[in-house]
Structures are given as C-alpha cells and as structure tokens.
C-alpha cells in the first residue's frame, strides 16, 4: 500500500506539473497563513536563542502538518460540510461547544496578537501611532473579507501568499553560513533540555493549529459551491482527481509554510543569535533588531513580511472562528454569501477581528496573551485531531471514501505527536 500511494504521488507531481497555480489554493492560502506575525515571532526566537540547531524541528513538523491538514480537506470535500458540522451531525454536543468555545478564544487573542504585531511593524516602517495603524488593519480585513466575491477574494488571497518571500530575501541578505544552516535542517542535536523541548513544542504547536483544520475544510466546501459540483460523497466518480488536487496543493502548502519558518530561523540565527541576541518577543522586536545588524534594507523587509502575512492570516483567523459558529448553530454561512444572506457569518468575522483588534488598547500584554493562546491551541489540537481522525475514518459519514491505512498511518502519527506535545506542555508549565 505504502509502495502504491508513493508511485500515485508521483505520477500526481508530473500530471499537475504544468497546471500548478489552478490548483493551488486552499492548501496554499492555509499553510501561508500559518506563517502569521505570532509565529515569525515565535520562529525568529527559535532562531536567536538556538542559533541554525534547531532547524530541523520545522523540517520533522511537515509531513506531520501536511497529513493532518489533508486529513481536514478530505473531510469538507468528501460530505460537503466543515468540520463542525460533521461533529454536530456524529458526536455527542457538549464535545463540539467545548471545541468551538476553545477555538474562538484562542483565534480572538491570536488576531490581537497578530494585529498587534502589523501595527507595530506599519509604524516601524511607515510611521504613526500603533494604534492608528491596528484600527487601519482591522478594518480593511473585514471589509475586504465581507464585500468581495469568493473567486475574487480567493484569488487575492493566493497572490498575498507572495509576501513570505520576504523572508527568502531576508535570509539573502542576512549573510547565512548555509553550511551551518543545512546541517542543523537535516541533523538535530538533542539535548533533552527543558528550553530545547519547549522551544519544539512551540513550532508544533505553531504549524499544527485547530484554526487551519477549520479552514482548509470550509474552504473546500467553499470550492464545491464556487464549481458548482457535488460533494464526494454524492459523485464518487471524481474522488481520484479530487484527491489527487488536494494532496498537491497541500503538500505544497505545507511546505511552503515550513520552508519560510527555516528561512526565518536561519535569518534571525545569522543575525541575532551570532550577536548574543537571544531574546526576541515579537516579530517587531525582530525587525528592529535586524536593522543594526544586517542593514535596513534587512529590516525594512523583514517589517514588510509581517504586514503582508499578516493580512493574510487574519481572515483565516476570523473566517475559521466563523465557520465553526455557524455549523454548530446551523446558520448560513460561507464566503459565496451576500452579507444579507449570511450576517451571522460575517457579524462573527467583524467582532473577532475588531474584539481582537481591542486587546491592543487595554493594559494586557498580547505577547503573555498569545502564549495562553498557544497553551489553548497546543491543548485543543490534540483531542480536535482524533475527532478528525475518527470522522474521516467513518463509514458512516465518508461513505467508500474513508482514509486508507497509510493515510490512517500519518493521521495517528500526527495525532500521537500532538497530544504527547499537549503532555509535554502541561508538564514544563
């Protein structure tokens, strides 16, 4: 079987090699969302505590992320419905409210944090009060995410994914030993020390985060209404095609997400960490601290890729906090909805995005936020992913189309790998 779906995968690579940017998309947009301005913070403290060595720890998470974000697309393209709905329609009530409660105050501090972060790097780059700029950001995310098209906003959201390669050309600027680099990708140095281990479960709990499962399967189900296709479940017929997309534009999506996550360390290694900075809090202290260093330029691009991840990250938080609500109450829903037609919807969008926005005004720190935020996120996606795992395992929601035995296989592995991560946080809190 193994030999089977690793002959597939590749005739899938040379089939699509020629068509690749029809279809990229929700695999694509969720992993670079995953490279939101809390988690360039988090990789860029990666990169000044441990220097190249821990560069290999986003190199383990991929084919980790990439199962489990599969596993989520499957499950919106095969029964038509996100997540949320699929525990509504299967599971017991009181495992999806404690579910969504989870997921909606750890995407209202994320997007603080995160607005935070764009606010502070506009006024770095730009000019102006942070707030001015906090306001500015929360605004245009929701009005951009309520009053255009799908197909448009789909498509604007793809072209924005560009701004991860800043941190490509950061990393060019930053004069990175790349011997160094690839060393510390492809050979991990274990000290089972507690900083060490933290510092691991930080980038799993990173790229692995409840908010992109929620996504990545809503927005399947976004793209069988824009196609005006049926789902899987109902036209089996096109599952081998339909697999074949998804399996493409997320392991693309992933990898994308994760190689800019190294970038990001090698940069801040190369810099920070050779010059005893080793102690970074936001991914604007970050930016600033490159400028004395690697130069301006260095800096001014560093600024730009948060801004530019961020706005890609904050309607993934807020639309996901959104699709969760209103599968569980049973409200209309979608990014193919007129505003009238969905208010709930968008009304859901709009307060996570502003209440989010809000924490920058208040005394509270929205780092000390975004690591109760984290502890949330790390304790959710564990017990999220079996309730994934048992869903697309199901005959009785997945009809024929359940995982087969090597999907089950890096379901479980990542499964396994979060809640022992969840463990591992409780215990070195």
């Given at each position: 079987m193994a030999d089977e779906d690793?002959?597939?995968?590749?005739?899938?690579?040379?089939?699509?090699?020629?068509?690749?940017?029809k279809i990229l998309g929700p695999g694509?947009?969720?992993?670079?969302?995953?490279?939101?301005?809390?988690?360039?913070?988090?990789?860029?403290?990666?990169?000044?505590?441990?220097?190249?060595?821990?560069?290999?720890?986003?190199?383990?998470?991929?084919?980790?992320m990439a199962a489990?974000?599969?596993?989520?697309?499957?499950?919106?393209?095969?029964?038509?419905?996100?997540?949320?709905?699929?525990?509504?329609?299967?599971?017991?009530?009181?495992?999806?409210?404690?579910?969504?409660?989870?997921?909606?105050?750890?995407?209202?501090?994320?997007?603080?944090?995160?607005?935070?972060?764009?606010?502070?790097?506009?006024?770095?780059?730009?000019?102006?009060?942070?707030?001015?700029?906090?306001?500015?950001?929360?605004a245009f995310s929701v009005l951009l995410e309520t009053f255009l098209s799908y197909a448009r906003y789909a498509s604007v959201l793809k072209w924005m994914t560009l701004a991860l390669f800043a941190y490509?050309?950061?990393?060019?600027?930053?004069?990175?030993?790349?011997?160094?680099?690839?060393?510390?990708?492809?050979?991990?140095?274990?000290?089972?020390?507690?900083?060490?281990?933290?510092?691991?479960?930080?980038?799993?709990?990173t790229t692995i985060s409840p908010y992109l499962f929620f996504w990545q399967s809503a927005q399947e189900v976004e793209e069988l209404a824009r196609r005006h296709v049926k789902p899987l479940h109902i036209a089996p017929r096109r599952a081998g095609a339909e697999f074949r997309r998804i399996r493409i534009d997320t392991l693309v999506g992933m990898g994308a997400s994760n190689l800019i996550a190294w970038f990001i360390i090698v940069s801040t290694a190369a810099t920070l960490h050779?010059?005893?900075?080793?102690?970074?809090?936001?991914?604007?202290?970050?930016?600033?601290?490159?400028?004395p260093i690697a130069g301006k330029f260095a800096s001014v691009i560093f600024s730009i890729g948060i801004?530019?991840?961020?706005?890609?990250?904050?309607?993934?938080?807020?639309?996901?906090?959104?699709?969760?609500?209103?599968?569980?109450?049973?409200?209309?829903?979608g990014l193919n909805a007129k505003p009238r037609a969905a208010r709930?919807?968008?009304?859901?969008?709009?307060?996570?995005?502003?209440?989010?926005g809000a924490l920058a005004f208040t005394p509270i720190d929205p780092m000390k936020a975004?690591?109760?935020?984290?502890?949330?996120?790390?304790?959710?996606?564990?017990?999220?992913?079996?309730v994934m795992m048992l869903v697309a395992s199901n005959g009785r929601v997945m009809g024929n189309l359940t995982l087969t035995p090597w999907f089950k296989f890096w379901g479980w592995l990542s499964t396994a790998v979060m809640l022992a991560a969840a463990v591992g946080l409780i215990v070195t809190m």
């Open positions: 690793a002959d597939g995968l590749a005739e899938d690579i040379a089939e699509v090699s020629g068509n690749i940017l694509l947009v969720t992993g670079a969302a995953d490279d939101d301005p809390s988690g360039i913070a988090t990789y860029s403290q990666i990169g000044a505590q441990f220097g190249y060595g821990m560069g290999w720890a986003v190199i383990l998470s991929y084919p980790l489990i974000q599969e596993v989520a697309a499957h499950i919106g393209v095969v029964t038509g419905a996100g997540i949320a709905r699929n525990v509504r329609q299967h599971y017991a009530r009181w495992v999806l409210v404690a579910i969504v409660i989870a997921l909606l105050i750890a995407n209202v501090i994320n997007i603080g944090a995160d607005i935070a972060a764009m606010g502070d790097a506009a006024s770095l780059l730009i000019g102006g009060p942070m707030e001015f700029w906090v306001v500015l950001v929360a490509v050309a950061t990393a060019i600027v930053a004069h990175v030993d790349w011997s160094m680099a690839l060393i510390g990708a492809v050979l991990p140095v274990l000290t089972l020390n507690g900083a060490q281990f933290t510092a691991l479960v930080a980038v799993l709990g050779v010059h005893g900075i080793t102690n970074i809090q936001t991914s604007a202290q970050a930016a600033q601290a490159l400028a801004i530019g991840t961020g706005l890609l990250a904050l309607p993934v938080l807020a639309g996901s906090s959104a699709y969760a609500v209103c599968e569980t109450f049973g409200w209309n829903q709930a919807f968008y009304g859901i969008i709009a307060g996570g995005t502003f209440l989010g975004l690591y109760w935020s984290a502890v949330v996120n790390g304790l959710l996606a564990g017990p999220l992913m079996v």
